[in-house]
């Protein structure tokens, strides 16, 4: 997790929220499913210690690991005024997360990118979704889903907790100029770790 400072897509879908994602190599029977993973972001946003406990930078994201459910990744994160993940997908991993203190933006692309092969896509109209969450506020998105998180406050920091099952195996990070779409680099779990 580090900071941040032509196809034609179809439309990407969350995974019903009652039964387990499949698909990719690391999922298993004990998978939990997605309301699983709202629910443990939820609690844990609610979670007053745990949040306390967060150090806050006024130069850059921090973070602290934590225990996801059923083998999940979890993360509690702050972010400083200004600050954002810019865009980037986490692979085969589906997740969910809410806003624990401040507020978010979320920009995503209601698309499902080509897994490999590709550096530069152009992207279709319409394929834009913006959503702002509030403390309390957060969602659950499927795999692959290509997004970049911010902090649009000039003054406050804004805290967050974040779940992805099967742990994060990759997350591949893109640049974008318009309808242009740029495979700029993959990370690897050592990366952010």
Do not use: C
């Amino acid at each position: 997790m580090s900071s941040s400072r032509s196809a034609v897509p179809t439309a990407a879908a969350v995974p019903s929220p009652s039964a387990p994602v499949t698909g990719g190599s690391a999922t298993s029977a004990t998978a939990p499913t997605v309301a699983e993973l709202m629910d443990f972001v939820r609690g844990a946003a609610r979670d007053e210690a745990l949040i306390a406990s967060l150090p806050l930078d006024p130069e850059g994201r921090t973070w602290i690991r934590l225990d996801g459910p059923g083998g999940s990744e979890a993360w509690l994160i702050g972010w400083p005024p200004g600050t954002g993940t810019g865009w980037h997908d986490h692979a085969d991993s589906f997740g969910a997360f809410t806003t624990a203190a401040g507020a978010l933006k979320e920009h995503s692309l209601a698309v499902r990118l080509p897994t490999d092969g590709w550096k530069t896509l152009e992207l279709t109209d319409g394929v834009d979704r913006s959503r702002e969450l509030a403390t309390g506020q957060g969602r659950a998105f499927g795999q692959n889903h290509v997004h970049e998180v911010l902090n649009e406050s000039e003054v406050a920091h804004a805290v967050s907790v974040h779940a992805y099952y099967p742990p994060l195996p990759r997350i591949r990070r893109f640049s974008r100029t318009g309808a242009v779409l740029r495979l700029e680099q993959t990370e690897r779990p050592e990366d952010w770790q």
